[in-house]
């Protein structure tokens, strides 16, 4: 009963909806299929090359990163790098080699997906804070990695 109108260009419609086509998602899905057969076709070759993977804070055309920080779960190029390492309070973050995915997921506990930073003397093994203070290894003699 009542009256409709369009989300986007708030035109009023009728009863009887008339749908028009929407252009801007058209577009939208124009360039994500122009974008993945450009994918598809240098996949191969991709696949040759060790693939780059993406800086996580370039805006415009992302550069590829050199460098992964495991507290800032974050890709960073060579510039970003060098500001990332800039500020004191990021001095003592953990990087790795970027695409050492196996090494990061190793890095990282398998309960709780926090980064492993400390060491239980009991089972001898590398433990999360939270697995030190309130899971299996809680009452263990447990040190800091830094230890």
Same mark, same amino acid.
Request: charged letters at 20%; glycine letters at 6%; aromatic letters at 6%.
């Given at each position: +009963?009542?009256?409709?109108? /369009?989300?986007?260009?708030?035109l $009023?419609?009728?009863?009887?909806?008339?749908?028009? &086509?929407?252009? =801007?998602?058209?577009?939208?899905?124009?360039?994500?299929?122009?974008?993945?057969?450009?994918?598809?076709?240098?996949?191969?070759?991709?696949?040759?090359?060790?693939?780059?993977?993406?800086?996580?804070?370039?805006?415009?055309?992302?550069?590829p990163?050199? +460098?992964?920080?495991?507290? /800032?779960?974050?890709?960073?190029? $060579?510039?970003?790098?060098?500001?990332?390492?800039? &500020?004191?309070? =990021?001095?003592?973050?953990i990087?790795?080699?970027?695409?050492?995915?196996?090494?990061?997921?190793?890095?990282?506990?398998?309960?709780?997906?926090?980064l492993?930073?400390?060491?239980?003397?009991?089972?001898?093994?590398?433990?999360?804070?939270?697995?030190?203070?309130?899971?299996?290894?809680?009452?263990?003699?447990?040190?800091?990695?830094?230890?």
């Open positions: +009963k009542a009256p409709y109108s /369009c989300p986007m260009c708030k $009023q419609l009728g009863p009887i909806l008339e749908l028009q &086509k929407n252009f =801007q998602l058209c577009s939208i899905v124009e360039v994500f299929l122009a974008t993945s057969s450009k994918q598809q076709q240098s996949k191969g070759s991709a696949e040759r090359k060790k693939e780059a993977v993406p800086c996580d804070f370039c805006l415009d055309w992302p550069q990163a050199v +460098k992964t920080c495991l507290i /800032c779960d974050a890709s960073f190029c $060579q510039a970003h790098l060098n500001k990332h390492n800039a &500020k004191a309070s =990021q001095q003592d973050h990087l790795v080699e970027v695409g050492a995915g196996s090494a990061v997921e190793d890095r990282r506990c398998p309960e709780h997906g926090r492993l930073e400390c060491y239980c003397q009991d089972e001898g093994q590398y433990v999360c804070m939270l697995c030190s203070v309130a899971g299996c290894h809680k009452g263990h003699s447990i040190v800091t990695l830094k230890e």
